[in-house]
């Protein structure tokens, strides 16, 4: 795949991980997650410049670029611990929104078919057509569920005269039967939007939709199990999209389309954890983040930490369930710090 250079996608990688080519199968074999940039914005409504989030969301981290991340609290080293590659940016012609979601979607299931997850920096949230599609090219049509984190349902039929852009793309693959209606949870909606004929469509397609008055009510980790319970029903993988105005536009102000009352970066950042963990996810993306419209890069800082949030716990999900994990104690959300931590010998050092 070519590289943008440095003005899209730099040829730098997420936080250091090694390059990886998604044209060459070699250079993917034996990766088990392969990060891929969509600098695309032309599906945007309002205000744009999400083409510059890849870049964004790859460097915004004031410690060292240097292939290693040890959490705190999970206790594992995501770019370590998985191995974890980064394909640079897919050339998305701008105003070219069909031929832009083609090459992506190719990266995409190339990525798949290697075995490998996709981890996809958007970009405007027209990229999860493709980006869900790919994952499905590999697994099978409607054969993946996908949870999406959103402050808008974005199941626009015609909007602008085009049934392509950011506010379509989870109707066109409930369309497309690369998703299934009933396999689709949506988490964090507010707002005015859609109106009542779309609400209609979404109901007749039995998407399961968490606005975020419910979530309150009910307290967001109920809102997690019921989710959860869906979306592995009678499936083979669960796609992870965070649209990053999903957070509250006080956590995230570098978006498009911001909406006043959402998630807390805390609540987001646990939510993500959680469902990486609990869940056999083949594919994720985080969308959204528009950095000419950031303030202190608050915006591109939570979205880097989504993302080593879900490579984090993934990590976190193979050591629980590893062959050799039984009779190993299982990571425990409640454990101090410092517990079982050995202060004598250079193992402090270690996660584990
Ligand atoms: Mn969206
Ligand atoms: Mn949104």
């Known amino acids: 795949m070519a590289r943008y250079g440095a003005q899209f996608g730099p040829d730098v990688t997420f936080l ?19 990060v891929v940039g969509a600098p695309f914005d ?3 409504s309002h205000r744009p410049g999400t083409r510059f989030g890849p870049q964004a969301i790859r460097s915004t981290d004031y410690l060292a670029h240097d292939g290693s991340r040890p959490h705190l609290a999970l206790r594992t080293d995501a770019l370590r611990d998985l191995d974890v590659r980064d394909a640079g940016d897919v050339e998305m012609p701008p105003g070219d929104i069909l031929s832009s979601l083609a090459a992506l979607r190719d990266a995409v299931a190339a990525v798949s ?32 569920s996908l949870v ?37 949870l949506q988490i964090g909606l507010r707002g005015y939007w859609p109106g009542p004929e779309t ?9 399961r939709s968490f606005e975020m008055t419910e979530i309150v009510a009910r307290g967001l980790d109920d809102v997690l199990t019921e989710a959860s319970a869906i979306a592995v029903d009678d499936c083979d993988g ?12 006080g956590h995230a102000p570098g978006t498009g389309t911001p909406e006043p009352g959402g998630l807390t970066a805390r609540q987001l950042l646990d939510a993500v954890r ?4 609990d869940l056999p996810v083949v594919g994720m993306d985080i969308v959204e983040v528009s950095p000419p419209y950031d303030h202190a890069d608050i915006t591109a800082a939570l979205a880097n930490r ?17 062959d050799d994990a039984v009779g190993r104690p299982r990571w425990d959300p409640a454990l101090p710090l410092l517990s079982g931590r050995d202060p004598q010998g250079p193992a402090a050092g270690q996660p584990g």
């Open 274 to 277: 959680r469902l990486a963990r």
């Open 113 to 144: 078919r290697a075995g490998a997850i996709p981890l996809i920096l958007g970009g405007d949230h027209s990229i999860t057509y493709a980006d869900a599609s790919g994952v499905a090219d590999h697994l099978g049509q409607g054969r993946v």
């Open 148 to 184: 999406h984190f959103d402050a808008h349902a974005d199941t626009g039929d015609l909007e602008f005269g085009s049934l392509w852009g950011h506010g379509q793309p989870m109707r066109r693959l409930i369309e497309s039967g690369a998703v299934r209606g009933d396999r689709f």
């Open 306 to 322: 989504v993302v080593l949030e879900m490579l984090s716990a993934t990590a976190r999900r193979r050591l629980d369930t590893a």
């Open 16 to 34: 250091g991980v090694p390059p990886c080519d998604v044209t060459d199968p070699g250079s993917l074999a034996g990766a088990d997650v392969v």
């Open 42 to 44: 032309g599906g945007t």
């Open 238 to 249: 669960v796609f992870l999209s965070v649209d990053i105005d999903v957070a509250d536009p």
């Open 199 to 207: 609400l209609d469509w979404m109901a007749g397609q039995r998407m």
